[in-house]
């Protein structure tokens, strides 16, 4: 069981570049989430989905863009990487929406300088 | 409204003290109170679970005790171990929402 898969690992990226950080889940989950961790913040959500085709803003959506491609799948892209986007960004996903209620599941993380 | 506030942000215990890690909370349409646990360079992953229609739940060593008038829970570790040296988050969730709050974290150091 794979379950929470996030790609890559670790980046570097040089101020005004893009990139897009991939997700995908294999537990057949309908909601995902994207978060960004930095210290003494916790864990703070960027955007979700609850369904396959939605999208909604979380607390910190700025500089930021995704895309659910399909239910296993859903992208995160920085257009225009700033040194305030240095973080880890966590991918997670639930069943959220079906009774019972399920716990959310976390990727490994991607750990993301911005330089 | 939406905030969780956990405290401390640190702790330090000796192996088998039992370290005891709140959150508060103001949203009362919150139903469902995780606790995640997350080691370094991993992703948190859930430890135990409650919800405001009971006071306490135990699952091994880590039990949640929740008091619903004063809109409080925390986490407390039995006999804890090395092992359970982590960073630790509380998280509040309502149904239907499809959104986790979580708090700040606390990392906990158990010496041997």
């Known amino acids: 069981n794979a379950g929470v898969t996030q790609t890559p690992k670790f980046q570097v990226l040089k101020t005004g570049q893009s990139m897009t950080l991939q997700c995908a889940q294999d537990?057949?989950?309908?909601?995902m989430y994207w978060y960004r961790q930095d210290p003494g913040m916790g864990l703070r959500l960027i955007y979700y989905s609850a369904s396959e085709g939605t999208t909604d803003k979380g607390e910190v959506p700025n500089g930021y863009n995704v895309s659910r491609l399909n239910k296993r799948e859903f992208s995160l892209r920085l257009e225009s990487a700033a040194p305030s986007q240095t973080s880890v960004y966590f991918c997670?996903?639930?069943?959220?929406?079906?009774?019972?209620?399920?716990?959310?599941?976390f990727g490994q993380g991607t750990r993301l300088t911005v330089v | 409204q939406q905030q969780v506030k956990q405290s401390p942000q640190s702790l330090i215990v000796q192996k088998g003290g039992i370290p005891i890690i709140n959150c508060a909370y103001e949203n009362t349409a919150f139903d469902y109170f995780p606790w995640y646990q997350q080691f370094p360079g991993k992703g948190p992953a859930l430890l135990i679970a409650?919800?405001?229609?009971?006071s306490e739940k135990k699952e091994g060593r880590f039990t949640i005790s929740f008091n619903k008038s004063a809109k409080q829970f925390s986490l407390h570790i039995m006999d804890s171990q090395p092992g359970d040296s982590a960073t630790y988050f509380c998280?509040?969730?309502?149904?239907?929402?499809?959104?986790?709050?979580f708090g700040t974290g606390t990392r906990l150091k158990v010496l041997a």
């Open positions: 998280a509040a969730t309502t149904s239907g929402t499809y959104k986790y709050i």
């Open positions: 997670a996903s639930s069943r959220q929406g079906v009774q019972p209620r399920t716990e959310a599941f």
């Open positions: 537990m057949n989950h309908n909601s």
């Open positions: 409650i919800r405001p229609d009971v």
